[in-house]
């Protein structure tokens, strides 16, 4: 079984703020305990975006962590993988043992918060390159991908886990009215399976090509952000008695007072798209308090629903296809980068597809 491989790839390498190269790099080797996989699709994620235009992690590092490909090399003590396996992977693995983890508070326990997967350098994902070595804590994050479905369907099981986990975080009955603001990838996401379990979902969009799809993803209403009435239209959709939950999936800081302003009491607003630390805003401390209006942040993917959001998407009840709208090589993922941070009207999930090799 055991195929040649190169000696060398190419790979994606971050040298610094908005400095991404096209390099030729060692194949990583693998321990006894690990995997190899040829890298077949791999999203791009507004993190990375971020770490590549504000330089937080220090280069060298090869970015890239909604990856999907094939295995071409099993460690000798790894069991039930074998070569040519279809795999979606996690980088990010909890130890589902530690005072974090009894909590399930999986994204701060210290094991989840290294990244086990790793193209070269410092571990960053390295899915922007043609192979990756899966470290032995990360192998239970290895979700494999059924015969009738995609790698790039594959790619996409990291970010639904990140939605699905954060829809659970809200104390939601049926028929609870929820507004989704912003309506890219991971706003249609949290539209189409809020929807799909039953709730009665409002989305906003500034894009107004955004907003018909919202409709289409299965949402109720689907309102302009900018509109200055924003609020009133959501109380008045409740019939004056306020939203359930807020999902903001828009950094603009502004929508979270928006949000909290048309929440009912006892409702929750959700933080998904707030991801640099330092930012600030003012908080109506009366509301959160006498009010009950929640505040909550929810972070990266839950390890213990992998099995539920394999099936979501596989069996397509979360059909994540339409998704994706761009595909570039691997040695275009800064272009790949740039339109993802940039989204256009017709611009939606953007992946890279490194399948130099056949797969
Ligand atoms: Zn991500
Ligand atoms: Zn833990």
């Not at 090399?73 to 043992?97: F, K, M, Q, S, T």
């Not at 249609?188 to 009665?200: C, K, P, S, V």
């Not at 090509?209 to 993803?217: D, F, H, K, V």
């Not at 090589?329 to 090799?357: I, M, N």
Request: charged share 20%.
């Amino acid at each position: 079984m055991a195929t040649v491989l190169p000696k060398t790839m190419r790979a994606v390498v971050y040298r610094g703020v908005n400095d991404l190269r096209v390099e030729e790099v060692p194949v990583p080797g693998i321990r006894a305990s690990e995997v190899l996989v040829r890298v077949g699709a791999c999203g791009v994620c507004p993190t990375d975006i971020k770490k590549i235009h504000t330089g937080s992690q220090p280069p060298p590092r090869i970015y890239g962590h909604e990856t999907a490909g094939t295995i071409v090399r099993v460690g000798a003590r790894v069991w039930g993988w074998e070569v040519g396996d279809r795999v979606g992977l996690h980088h990010h693995v909890p130890c589902l043992e530690c005072h974090f983890c009894r909590h399930r508070a999986f994204a701060q326990c210290e094991t989840y918060k290294r990244t086990g997967i790793t193209a070269g350098f410092e571990p960053a994902g390295g899915g922007y390159a043609e192979y990756v070595r899966v470290m032995e804590f990360c192998l239970p994050g290895m979700v494999r991908i059924p015969a009738k479905n995609s790698l790039d369907e594959g790619a996409l099981l990291e970010p639904v886990n990140t939605v699905l986990k954060g829809i659970r975080t809200l104390p939601l009955l049926a028929g609870d009215t929820v507004w989704v603001a912003g309506a890219g990838p991971i706003g249609l996401m949290f539209i189409g399976m809020l929807a799909a379990l039953g709730f009665r979902v409002v989305a906003s969009d500034l894009i107004g090509s955004r907003r018909r799809l919202a409709r289409r993803w299965g949402a109720w209403k689907a309102l302009d952000g900018a509109d200055p009435n924003l609020v009133d239209t959501l109380r008045r959709l409740t019939r004056g008695r306020g939203l359930d939950a807020a999902v903001v999936c828009v950094p603009a800081d502004a929508v979270v007072a928006q949000a909290q302003a048309a929440l009912r009491g006892g409702g929750t607003t959700l933080l998904f798209a707030q991801t640099l630390r330092g930012r600030t805003a003012p908080v109506d401390l009366g509301v959160v308090c006498v009010d009950e209006k929640g505040l909550a942040g929810s972070y990266s993917s839950d390890f213990t629903l992998q099995k539920e959001v394999a099936r979501w998407v596989f069996s397509r009840r979360l059909d994540v296809r339409p998704l994706i709208t761009h595909r570039f090589p691997l040695e275009q993922t800064a272009d790949a980068v740039a339109l993802a941070a940039r989204p256009t009207g017709q611009s939606l999930k953007v992946l890279v597809e490194s399948g130099g090799s056949a797969g």
